[in-house]
């Protein structure tokens, strides 16, 4: 009877199970399966041997990491950094959203969703060049204008204090565009009878905002959020390595794992090292990535990712 | 329901995870499981090729190169594979690695033992260090003997000491002394415009400098070179050169003086020498020779030189010299070379500095040899792959030198070098100043006991990341002057290198060198 009901279902949702193949088969090729290769991380890698081949060499590779002095300033600045932008980002992303949303005007909306999303297509490389042509001390755009009014320069690439700062605006501002299509989406599919009620009690828009359209965003925003938080071991690093690049000067306050990481090996191009570093990284965004979890749980069993 | 749902969503998950877990490990294994009898494959056919050296086979071998696609590629090669054909029964096709992202996938094609013959190999792209993982083909003296003699007999026996790793030999390397000393190249009408003393010292480079930064604004007055950290082309002039010392791996602060037959190894940042340049340094800093940004400067100081955007660069005497035959062509700026240690001693030639090795799973070693062999021996063949078709990409002169054309452009630029040997052409074009100045360090080389020895650092390699790094983080700062209090800068970078484990790989390279002076005997 339960197999009957099992193969019933696999007919019923036939098409909703074809259209999910495609992302679950990215998911198994390009996440699963290469899962195996975390053995590397355990290795001596030699050619001959490959990945499976090679000598076993216990902890080894991760020594590098941990005996480098600098492991606890880049884990720390890297969750530091991803928390930074995951907050400053997603409530920027809804206040814009909602902004829009309650502008309206198609076209404006339109309009202003493009122009904000087009620097998510912008890649790090020209970020970078960008942001070495506003801010640098010679020719610099920011410079110059404060020549121009009689101000000091400031030498913004040898002050490690200032990047903390830069790199979470230029991160808010590239990823803007996107999040607010997304949270857009959101707001959109909310039931527009829950506004109506709203109206005839006589909210006014901030009352609108603040008891219909983020109360009903939740959902999203604890999704997103949880997702991030899988990643918050993971520097960006076409962001790190663009904006950064070898100023060794700024790396107390910029380093994260992924360029320190690369800096270190791209000499030696050991990849069981690396694969340690990334082992690493991964464990710990799955401790993160659970704990969350269990706590949003905690507090409200339905909104929990699993 | 959703129970439910869900319960079929897991089971069809597992169902494909198992499904393609299963295909994965497959594919996996595939190649492992194919590389043995491949590899006792390949050293059979050696020993019975010994022998009559037999072609009858056509065979396809597979080249990388580092540099981009030329853009004749198809007629070159055509033209190559006509004459490789008749000799050797032999096709050869070239990959590219561009330069922008070589050093990531140049590893990545050994590592994964990506399908090819022959890959272009110099001491700058990790020789070493790849031949030690296993990449490269061991190369036995009866091999070459069999598949190379022409080369064998050419190739002088310092250059294939200098090729070996511990003893092996794993590239046949260039069949030319190339020098690897940095030089200075400036704006000579500058220098004459202020009246300025000749630059043949680093005082008058300092002079140098200094008043351009004072007086031509919009002028950098030196630019390094992008991606040339640790110990970078100044540093090789500043040290290395002046006081006639070596260094055995540009990303780790350990060098040597030439002259001292003991070998002993020293930490270059220990030394008061170092210290004195630091305040070299420092003042050229304070007085404007560099951009105070320069550690975030990606232009190209070639192209920047040529545009006049910067007065002084620094670079090998080819690039250099190619460099101004350039700008003579177009009259642009009066430009001269300078060497500011005119009497130090020039350890010339390396020979690793461009080489071609052999994949080690390569199925047609014997013919990959033979095909080396020719490319570095055969003068029509040699032009063709290093300086592409005459009459179109170039026009010989004489039997030495050729005239660059119109086209030449068309089909350069990636690493034919791998073959350099006494055929090379000379571009006529080429300065004679420079040209004069390599006869007279060719003249004089220096030869020392430890030329050949190479650094095998399997054993400190978590030492060898960690100090790298902290070059890069409190050395190059402190070099380009950004650091203001320089004895506060140096004493936190000694602190940081000895935490790093500097000592531990000094006491492994000093063992190693004691070895090889001990063995030399």
């Not at chain 1, 404006?108 to 060049?129: C, E, N």
């Not at chain 1, 230029?170 to 996107?178: C, D, E, N, P, R």
């Not at chain 1, 005839?200 to 609108?208: K, L, Y």
Request: proline fraction near 3%.
């Amino acid at each position: 009877m339960k197999r009957n009901g099992f193969i019933n279902d696999l007919i019923k949702y036939r098409a909703i199970l074809l259209m999910l193949t495609p992302a679950v088969l990215f998911f198994l090729l390009f996440a699963y399966v290469p899962m195996a290769g975390i053995i590397i991380a355990f290795k001596h890698y030699d050619y001959a041997g490959g990945i499976f081949g090679s000598a076993w060499n216990g902890l080894d590779n991760f020594r590098f990491f941990f005996e480098s002095g600098d492991a606890w300033r880049i884990t720390r600045n890297t969750a530091l950094y991803n928390i930074a932008f995951i907050v400053v980002n997603n409530v920027l992303q809804i206040f814009t959203a909602i902004l829009l949303f309650e502008v309206g005007g198609k076209w404006f909306r339109k309009i202003t969703q493009s122009i904000l999303f087009l620097p998510y297509f912008i890649s790090w490389v020209v970020v970078g060049a960008i942001a070495y042509n506003l801010l640098n001390f010679d020719i610099g755009t920011v410079n110059s204008i404060l020549r121009g009014i009689g101000m000091e320069p400031i030498d913004i690439y040898n002050t490690p204090a200032y990047w903390p700062y830069i790199l979470t605006i230029v991160s808010a501002w590239k990823m803007l565009g996107y999040g607010t299509v997304m949270y857009l989406a959101a707001i959109t599919s909310i039931d527009t009878e829950m506004y109506e009620a709203a109206e005839i009690d006589g909210a006014n828009v901030f009352q609108r905002i603040l008891k219909v359209t983020i109360p009903n965003l939740y959902p999203t925003v604890i999704i997103l959020v949880l997702l991030a938080v899988g990643n918050i071991f993971r520097g960006d690093f076409g962001m790190f390595y663009n904006m950064i690049g070898n100023n060794g000067v700024l790396f107390s306050s910029t380093d994260v794992i992924d360029t320190f990481v690369f800096r270190s090996l791209i000499t030696s191009n050991d990849i069981g090292m690396s694969a340690a570093a990334g082992v690493f990284q991964s464990v710990l965004g799955f401790t993160a990535i659970m704990l969350v979890n269990y706590s949003v749980r905690r507090y409200d069993k339905d909104r929990a990712l699993f | 329901m959703v129970k439910k749902r869900s319960m079929i969503m897991l089971a069809m998950i597992m169902a494909i995870v198992m499904i393609i877990s299963a295909c994965g490990s497959n594919n996996n294994n595939a190649p492992a499981a194919t590389k043995a009898p491949e590899g006792g494959e390949s050293s059979t056919n050696t020993e019975q090729g010994q022998g009559a050296l037999d072609t009858s086979e056509a065979v396809k071998l597979k080249m990388v190169f580092v540099g981009p696609k030329p853009v004749d590629y198809d007629s070159v090669f055509a033209a190559v594979n006509e004459k490789l054909k008749a000799k050797i029964n032999v096709t050869l096709e070239g990959e590219f690695l561009d330069w922008s992202d070589w050093a990531q996938k140049y590893p990545l094609k050994l590592a994964a033992n990506e399908d090819f013959d022959l890959i272009y190999t110099a001491n700058w792209a990790g020789y070493n260090d790849q031949a030690l993982k296993g990449g490269f083909l061991e190369l036995t003296e009866d091999m070459l003997k069999t598949y190379m003699p022409t080369t064998w007999k050419e190739m002088s026996e310092v250059n294939w000491d200098q090729a070996k790793v511990n003893g092996k030999l794993f590239m046949v390397p260039q069949n030319l002394g190339e020098s690897v000393e940095k030089l200075i190249l400036y704006r000579e009408d500058l220098r004459k415009k202020y009246d300025l003393p000749a630059i043949d010292s680093p005082e008058t480079y300092a002079t140098y400098l200094k008043t351009i930064a004072a007086n031509e604004k919009g002028i950098t007055p030196f630019t390094p070179e992008t991606g040339d950290w640790k110990m970078h082309n100044l540093d090789r002039i500043t040290l290395k050169q002046q006081y006639d010392w070596n260094l055995f791996d540009l990303d780790i602060p350990l060098g040597f003086k030439i002259t001292d037959e003991t070998g002993k190894i020293f930490n270059v940042y220990e030394t008061p020498e170092f210290k004195d340049l630091l305040v070299y340094y420092k003042d050229l800093a304070d007085n404007g020779a560099w951009s105070k940004n320069v550690l975030n400067n990606k232009n190209d100081h070639q192209q920047d030189f040529r545009e006049g955007k910067t007065a002084s660069i620094t670079h090998n005497m080819g690039t250099l010299g190619s460099l101004m035959a350039l700008m003579r062509q177009t009259n642009q700026f009066e430009v001269a070379l300078a060497d500011i240690n005119p009497n130090s001693k020039k350890s010339q030639a390396v020979a690793t500095q461009n080489g071609v090795s052999v994949h080690a799973t390569s199925k047609h070693p014997e013919r990959a040899l033979m095909f080396i062999d020719l490319m570095q021996n055969d003068q029509e063949l040699h032009d063709l792959i290093n300086l592409g078709i005459e009459g179109v990409h170039y026009t010989a002169v004489g039997t030495e030198k050729f005239q660059s054309t119109e086209k030449s452009p068309n089909y350069t630029g990636f690493s034919f070098w791998g073959f350099n040997s006494p055929l090379n052409r000379d571009n006529e074009s080429f300065p004679e100043e420079a040209t004069a100045m390599q006869k007279g360090w060719d003249s004089s080389v220096y030869h020392y006991p430890l030329e050949t020895f190479v650094f095998d650092n399997s054993k400190v390699k978590t030492e060898v990341a960690n100090v790298s790094n902290v070059m890069l983080r409190y050395a190059i700062p402190l070099e380009y002057g950004v650091i203001k209090d320089v004895d506060k800068g140096l004493e936190d970078l000694n602190k940081q290198i000895k935490a790093a484990g500097i000592e531990k790989i000094q006491a492994e390279l000093q063992a190693q060198v004691d070895a090889f002076l001990a063995a030399k005997k």
